[in-house]
Every structure is written in C-alpha cells, then in structure tokens.
C-alpha cells in the first residue's frame, strides 16, 4: 500500500494557496427544492436526472465554492440495498464523481471534487452485524467508483462511530485516495456514539495514511458546530479542522420545510469558525447559494482575529441546543456496589 | 477472579436489585440473565421482577443517556441485557395476566434505514411495560395504516435519521387525517435532525429527544388518556 503524497494532492494545493476554502451547502434540503421526494434516494437521480445535479454543484461554484461533493452520501450497497440498486454502488458514485468533476473542470478557477461518504446506516460488531472488514469492502467498492470519475478526495461525512470512520479511512488508503473525515456532534455535545470533538483527530492514529483534515458536519446547528470547533482546535491548534455546519435549525412553514439560518447569520458562522481556527468551511442541512455566497464574501472580506468565546458564539449567532460535551470529570458517579469489569 | 467477586445467589432480595440495577448498567447479560432467575426462584411474581429489577434499572440507564453520561454504545448493551431478562419474563408475565401501559407501533420512516434510536426507543419502552409492534425500516404510510389495523396500539413512533427522510413523518400524519383517525393515536416522533418545533409542525404529539423521554412521554399520554376516559365514564 503506497502513501499518496500528500504535499501534492489538489486540496492540500489550493488550501495552501488560498487559506481558506468554501466547501458546498447542503445537497439533500437543495434537491427537495428541485422535486426530489421525500424518502428518495438521492444518488439515483446522477443516472435518472443528471442535470439537476450537474445544477446543484453549477450554482455552488457560481456562488463561490472551493469544494463541491458528489451526490453520493449514500452510497455504500448498504444503503442502495433500501432502493435495490446495492448492485449499482461502483456504477453510481462513478457518475457521482463524473457529474462533479465535469462542473469542476469547467469552472475556469481550482474547484475540488470531494467524493462524499457517508455512513453504512449499519452498526458494526460487536454491537451490530456489520463485521470491520465488510465495511471496509463496502466502502472500497464507493470508492473505487468516486476515484474512477474523477474526485479528489475521499469526503467521510456525518459519522458517529470511530470503528466505521476507520473502515472508511482504510477504505481510502486501499484505493490510494487522500481522505478527510468529520463527525456529527449531535448527541450532548459529542456524536451519537460517544466520540468528544476533542478525540476526533486521534481516530485514525493507527492508520498509516493520516487524514488530510478533520471537522465537524452536521449536528444540531451554527452555535453547537462552533462550539465543537473550540473543543477541536484547543486538541490540535496546528490540525486542519473543517466545519460543515447546518443553517440553523429544521423547520415547516406550510408544507416546506425550511432552515433558520439567514445569510447574513451564515457569514457570522464563517467569520466566527474563521476566528476559531477552521480553514475548510461550509454549510450543511438547509444552506443554499444564497447563504453561500454570503459566506464566501465573508471568507474574503474577514480579517481572522482572536479566538472566540463560547459566549461570543451564543452572542453573535443564538443559542446552543444542546450542552457541550463535557470531559467526563463533572459527570456526577453513580454510587457502585462490587465492581464486576474494569 | 479476585476475592470481592460476588455470588448473586448470597446476595439479599434488596441487596440483588441493587446489583441487578449496577449490571444493567454494565450490560452484563449473563449476570442479568441470572438475577432474573434467582428472584423467581425466590417466589418473586414475574411483574415485581420486570418492574423493581429491571425497570428501574434501565430508567437510571435512561436518566444518564438524556444527561449525556451514557451513549448509544453502552445503552445498547444495557437494552441488550434487559432483553434477556425480558425473554426469561415475558411467557410467565403473559400466563400472570401482568398489567399492561399500553401498545406502541414503531417504525422508521421510509428511506431511512437507521434504527439504532428507534430500536433503543422500543427496547426501553418495552422494558417500561408498554407492548412493542416495531415493523424495522424504510416504511410507507401504508405500512403505518396495516400496523394500526392489525395491531390496534395506542401510540405511533416514527423515527428518523436523516433530513432527507424526515418531512415524511407529515406525509403519515397528513395520511392519518384524511382518514379521520389522526385523533385515536398517540403519535410521537424522534431522530437526530429533528426538534420540538419540527414535531409540532408535521403534526405529532411530541417530539421525544431520547428513548428516555419517549418512556416518560409515553406514560405522560397513557396516565391522559385513562384520566378523560375515567371522567367520560
């Protein structure tokens, strides 16, 4: 297994080069506006309807993204198994990647083509079925497809579990793709299987092939992402650190469905994550080109100053839903009889 | 194994519920497995054993999941060891005639296939001595309709992970109304992308946060329920 050299991938190029990147918004909240029905898979519109998504990534460079990622969260067989098209993974992430690239390609500036990977949806042994090694092959199988049309970069998004970010870091370095990985931090402050923002660059420790940066994606929204970006960056000041924050909170008016985040609240998250020490941001669930392009304004316009606090957070964008995750210690212990396992 | 080890059967009545309280917590299966067995044998009735053991136990598991102690890891392991205390149960609680809170049918919604919360929401609810109907994943309104029809519960539970599947929980709910049975059911909703606001506007009863509060709001509805059917009796 070779390491790709790093010093010459096209993201670590352009971030050296520019400083800061803006990644994309959301792909799954902008296809509903495009007709995609709920419950849908959205990866089978790169072969059923191909020029929505060559519009969705055409609108995210015009409103000012670095990176645009492949339709192809969803990817794994695990997850086409629910639309019965398991058998086409390689087939749809290929195009995936092909439909970014083309937009990229044509962009007449440095665009990157992220290949999106997001979970299996399965939970690995020994708590589920999953064995270590057939996520791994799934996730291979993904990656092959996104390598072959054209993507830069493996983009692990929206994890919870160390184990599977790990089968899909070495998923990646099977397919010799640099990769970046980010966790949800949606379940009191760390993800919903317990790993602490703090803890997010150590995941891949044992892994030959390190990351090329780390962050955070979805989650609850703009203050709580913040929030986890002060926890990561105080564990690493020198990590490359990614925010992909959601825009605000969900919610319906009428039948829609919309986000609470403005434009102008997402260019005080871009200026904020930029104090806090992130350099690949972005939007997730609900942000639109119009929240993207007062983004990347602010990416362009902010002088990076001092680190904020949590308060300045609270302040400047509402807030948090959730607590923050705590280191343990304050955690009231339960008063135990003998103890049975260490 | 060092001298402190404990011997379940030395243990007190009280002593061992403590115990069986500790190793819920620690997901020990076999020990829980055990416990269960030494408490009938010591003429517990079935319902003292769900309820004073087992319960109890996994409400304190629940307590510390809402406050952020616990995570999904370690509550699944503590579902899975109430589970075989339940399966130890559940034939003699069914010969007993043990009282039951309620009925829920659960399910995630269609094109989501997590069920990681939606399976702990129907372990913890079960363990809380509702009956459980979980008809798994990626469900059409359809499948909500049959299981309402064939299973008559109380409670509906819609789950959901992803904010590509979430707005579908309406799609039911919207289905219920047309057909003029939205106000028989219960329905409470939950998943990670969603939120109390989100729950009211798509038409729930109740956004749960966790499987913790699904059991307290759950019982919240239920004690509601038999409360006005008391007073229009």
């Known amino acids: 297994m070779s390491s790709p050299d790093i010093s010459t991938n096209p993201l670590s190029e352009l971030l050296a080069k520019k400083g800061v990147l803006l990644a994309d918004g959301a792909t799954g909240t902008n296809l509903f506006a495009m007709g995609l029905e709920s419950g849908e898979a959205p990866e089978l519109w790169n072969e059923d309807a191909p020029e929505k998504i060559v519009k969705l990534h055409q609108d995210f460079v015009d409103a000012g993204s670095d990176i645009i990622l492949t339709n192809s969260f969803g990817g794994t067989r695990h997850r086409l198994k629910l639309h019965h098209a398991q058998d086409r993974a390689f087939a749809l992430n290929k195009r995936a990647a092909e439909i970014a690239r083309q937009v990229a390609d044509n962009a007449g500036r440095p665009v990157i083509v992220a290949g999106s990977v997001g979970p299996t949806g399965e939970l690995l042994v020994p708590l589920g079925a999953l064995t270590y090694e057939d996520a791994v092959d799934a996730f291979v199988e993904q990656i092959e497809g996104l390598k072959a049309g054209g993507a830069d970069v493996a983009w692990i998004e929206t994890m919870s579990a160390p184990d599977e970010i790990r089968a899909a870091a070495e998923a990646a370095a099977k397919c010799g793709m640099p990769y970046t990985y980010t966790g949800s931090f949606d379940t009191a402050g760390k993800t919903m299987m317990g790993l602490h923002p703090k803890d997010i660059h150590n995941v891949t420790n044992e892994m030959e092939q390190a990351p090329l940066a780390v962050g955070a994606n979805c989650g609850v929204g703009a203050s709580d992402i913040l929030a986890s970006l002060l926890d990561m960056k105080e564990a690493n000041p020198d990590g490359t650190i990614i925010v992909k924050g959601n825009c605000g909170i969900p919610e319906f008016r009428g039948s829609e469905i919309h986000y609470s985040g403005t434009p102008p609240l997402m260019a005080e998250y871009v200026r904020l994550a930029m104090d806090a020490g992130a350099t690949i941001i972005g939007g997730c669930c609900g942000t639109s080109c119009d929240h993207l392009r007062a983004m990347r304004e602010a990416i362009d316009t902010h002088q990076k100053t001092e680190k904020p606090s949590l308060d300045d957070i609270r302040e400047k964008i509402g807030p948090l839903r959730n607590k923050t995750a705590g280191d343990g210690t304050e955690a009231p212990k339960r008063e135990r009889r003998g103890r049975r396992r260490a | ?233």
């Open chain 2, 1 to 233: 194994m060092s001298e402190d080890e404990i011997i379940l059967s030395e243990l007190s009545d009280d002593e061992l519920v403590q115990q069986m309280h500790d190793d819920l917590y620690d997901g020990l299966k076999e020990e829980i497995e055990e416990g269960t067995t030494i408490l009938l044998d010591r003429g517990w009735a079935p319902y003292d054993v769900l309820t004073k053991a087992l319960v109890e136990g996994m409400r304190i598991v629940g307590e510390d999941f809402r406050d952020g102690i616990l995570f999904v890891p370690e509550v699944l392991l503590s579902a899975n060891a109430m589970k075989a205390g339940m399966a130890i149960l559940r034939p003699l609680l069914a010969e007993t005639g043990a009282p039951k809170l309620g009925k829920m049918v659960i399910g995630t919604v269609k094109g989501d296939i997590h069920d990681i919360g939606k399976n702990l929401v129907g372990m913890m609810m079960e363990g809380a001595g509702f009956d459980v109907v979980d008809i798994g994943i990626n469900n059409p309104v359809e499948n909500y309709l049959e299981a309402i029809d064939e299973h008559e519960p109380d409670i509906i539970g819609m789950s959901a992970l992803l904010t590509t599947t979430m707005p579908y929980m309406k799609v039911v709910i919207d289905t219920m109304k047309e057909k003029g049975i939205r106000d028989d059911y219960v329905v409470l909703v939950g998943g990670a992308p969603l939120n109390e606001e989100f729950g009211m506007a798509v038409g729930a009863d109740a956004y749960c946060r966790d499987a913790a509060v699904a059991v307290e709001t759950a019982k919240e509805f239920m004690k509601r329920k038999h409360n006005s059917m008391a007073s229009a009796g």
